[in-house]
């Protein structure tokens, strides 16, 4: 096995290890939400997270057998499927105007933030790439976190101010329509 086969490896169980905590971390989050639209967003993000350290297992397994990297079948939709559920949620939400405490805020904080460094990272691992499919999948993974890191953002705003959040995406005009 060469030098970038084994820092392939190294990479992957590093972000293997990202992913795992990160669904740990949004299983606990939702557990400990208070509104609808925070419990569904970090099921979804805990979801995803797995979806994300099945895919760097398989990856592994056939790295470390074959020392080359595979095909995947990974397609990240760009985060549509995250953002219809955050959206659903609130316009489905009884509690949607309700402010969130302050426990459920910097839930949505330090999520945003372990997303900016696993954002962080898959760029690392993408410039480093020595092989074009794993390159690929960096750039499309990174995509995706980017996505988390944007709801995420969303959800913190919603929380800290929800009509200030209605209002922006809504973007009303000045003539009352």
């Known amino acids: 096995m060469t030098g970038d086969q084994v820092k392939t490896l190294e990479g992957l169980q590093k972000a293997l290890k990202m992913e795992e ?8 989050a939702s557990r ?9 967003l970090f099921q979804t993000l805990a979801a995803e ?3 994300h350290a099945r895919v760097f297992t398989d ?7 074959q020392q080359k990297w595979p095909p995947t079948s990974f397609k990240p939709d760009g985060g549509k499927h995250l953002r219809t559920v955050f959206a659903q949620e609130l316009s489905n939400s009884a509690s949607a105007a309700v402010k969130g405490t302050d426990s459920e805020v ?14 962080d990272y898959y760029q690392k691992l993408m410039k480093a790439a020595s092989f074009s499919q794993e ?8 995509s995706q976190e980017k996505e988390h890191q ?8 919603f929380l800290k101010d929800p009509v200030a959040f209605y209002v922006n995406k809504e ?4 003539d009352g329509v």
């Open 150 to 157: 944007l709801v995420l953002q969303d959800y913190a705003e």
């Open 106 to 119: 910097a839930a949505a904080d330090a999520g945003l933030d372990m997303e900016n460094k696993t954002w």
């Open 135 to 142: 390159r690929a999948f960096y750039e499309a993974l990174s």
């Open 59 to 65: 990856i592994y397994h056939s790295m470390a057998e």
């Open 21 to 28: 905590d990160g669904k740990k971390f949004y299983l606990t």
């Open 49 to 51: 997270e797995d979806i």
């Open 32 to 40: 400990q939400a208070r509104n609808e639209p925070g419990k569904k």
């Open 171 to 174: 973007k009303p005009g000045l």
